[in-house]
């Protein structure tokens, strides 16, 4: 594991991060408030990744996280920009509130197929180019999901989506 904190407020200018195949969890705040060169890649050994983990880490390119992941924290990749699109695979079961709020990605929004509820915030002012498509295993989209977000693209929504909350889509450009 990657205890909490870890490396919080680290400054590494001319480094990329690279977690080791070996990592199962990713602990609370592990690195918040960092700054690393290049983008991340979530090996797929990591089963947890906790609140707050990547809050504020100064990425540069494309945040990819593998299959295997189950759980993402609340605000876990919260005020962040990355490259390229994002892809939440099916293996993740449980995302906490906010977990990707005011981040932007410039190409497309996937979500698992395992999830039955978006929580509230999750996608609170964040930006996305390209396709949005709530998955059929979604019930509930909670309040403000993706409000006050940068969208540029088409949204389609499941199926089987019976709650919509407050303020879930208001307020994007």
């Known amino acids: 594991e990657i205890s909490e904190y ?41 089963v947890e990744i906790g609140d707050s983990a990547f809050n504020g880490v100064g990425f540069t390119g494309e945040l990819v ?9 609340s605000i876990a990749f919260a005020n962040n920009e990355f490259t390229g699109g994002l892809i939440i695979p099916n293996s993740v079961t449980t995302m906490g509130y906010a977990a990707f709020s005011e981040s932007g990605f410039n190409g497309t929004l996937t ?20 396709e949005l498509v709530i998955p059929d295993s ?4 909670e309040d403000g999901a ?19 909350g407050n303020y879930a889509f208001s307020d994007n450009n």
């Open 111 to 130: 979500l698992s197929n395992s999830l039955t509820t978006i929580e509230n915030t999750m996608f609170w002012g964040s930006g996305f180019t390209g």
């Open 65 to 73: 996280i593998s299959d295997g992941v189950k759980k993402i924290g």
């Open 146 to 164: 993706f409000s006050y977000g940068d969208w540029n693209g088409t949204l389609t929504l499941g199926k089987n989506l019976v709650t919509i």
């Open 138 to 141: 979604v019930v509930t989209i």
């Open 6 to 46: 870890a490396f919080a407020g680290s400054k590494f200018y001319t480094s990329e991060l690279v977690i080791p195949e070996s990592v199962e969890v990713i602990k609370d705040n592990a690195f918040i408030d960092s700054l690393f060169i290049g983008g991340l890649e979530i090996p797929g050994n990591v």
